[in-house]
């Protein structure tokens, strides 16, 4: 697309909601979220438009973020439980319950999950009910996530 807007190229055209567009690394594909077929799942596009592929079986409730190689999509269910899928499609890893940041567990409701450039932190956000509201949080790890 030009700056002007001209030259658009509309990559979906679903009745459902398709929407979190993450354009990959290396700009051949966008990861986003589609209601499609029936509940808001991770889909993976090529930057043209064709070759739609679902990813897995996510429930996708929060917006998703891609690892900072393009290899991973990190994401959020409804129950706020915290995975990661591998871009090129496969099933879903549970994100650790327990990082080794002093032994502390993930706070109660995390969600959100983005991992720095190493793979060796984890930021996301939460309920904090001692505040009322959502505060946020980074988690280091010894070993790469």
Do not use: C
Request: charge should be negative.
């Amino acid at each position: 697309m030009n700056a002007d807007g001209s030259n658009r190229v509309q990559l979906t055209n679903d009745v459902e909601e398709d929407g979190l567009p993450l354009v990959t690394p290396d700009g051949q594909s966008i990861v986003f979220m589609s209601a499609r077929d029936g509940r808001r799942s991770l889909w993976r596009i090529k930057i043209d438009g064709s070759g739609p592929t679902k990813l897995g079986a996510a429930s996708v409730a929060f917006r998703p973020v891609l690892s900072f190689d393009g290899t991973w999509v990190y994401y959020s269910d409804p129950q706020r439980q915290n995975f990661r899928l591998p871009v090129a499609g496969g099933s879903p890893e549970p994100l650790l319950a327990e990082l080794t940041a002093g032994g502390r567990p993930l706070p109660p409701a995390f969600h959100e999950p983005s991992p720095s450039p190493d793979g060796r932190a984890l930021a996301g956000h939460y309920a904090d009910p001692g505040a009322n509201s959502e505060s946020i949080v980074v988690l280091s790890s010894d070993a790469s996530m």
